[in-house]
């Protein structure tokens, strides 16, 4: 009922920038929250960071502190990543992250992007 679509990942030598961007659509009431994942090969998807709606709270992971910038279009339901100062650590695939509601009275969903590849050289 929802997709998210990712765009913007890619390859970028270290200290380089990349901006990741998420568009929800469907059958949309609200989003509360939004998010940013990633996961590498054989571990677990980590948080990169999370705003909530009207950016009123705003999370970061301490790995991501300082470089990377969150924000959201709550007209558009849509949620950017700005990623600067990219380090080889930060290569992984990320994953957006939405929790939907379908209508005033329902529970809220997550949904998942399908992921993008951000691959930074050293």
């Known amino acids: 009922q929802v997709q998210l679509l990712e765009s913007g990942g890619g390859l970028v030598q270290a200290g380089g920038s990349l901006r990741l961007s998420c568009a929800a659509s469907g059958t949309i009431f609200s989003i509360n929250n939004m998010a940013w994942y990633r996961q590498t090969p054989g571990h677990q998807r980590e948080l990169v960071a999370s705003?909530?709606?009207?950016?009123?709270?705003?999370n970061y992971a301490d790995f991501v502190t300082g470089r990377f910038t969150i924000s959201r279009d709550d007209a558009k339901n849509t949620v950017d990543l700005q990623m600067n100062s990219l380090k080889p650590e930060d290569t992984a695939v990320y994953y957006c992250?939405?929790?939907?509601?379908?209508?005033?009275?329902?529970?809220?969903?997550?949904?998942w992007g399908q992921g993008t590849q951000v691959t930074v050289s050293s």
């Open positions: 992250n939405a929790e939907v509601r379908h209508s005033r009275w329902s529970d809220s969903f997550d949904y």
């Open positions: 705003i909530t709606s009207a950016g009123r709270l705003i």
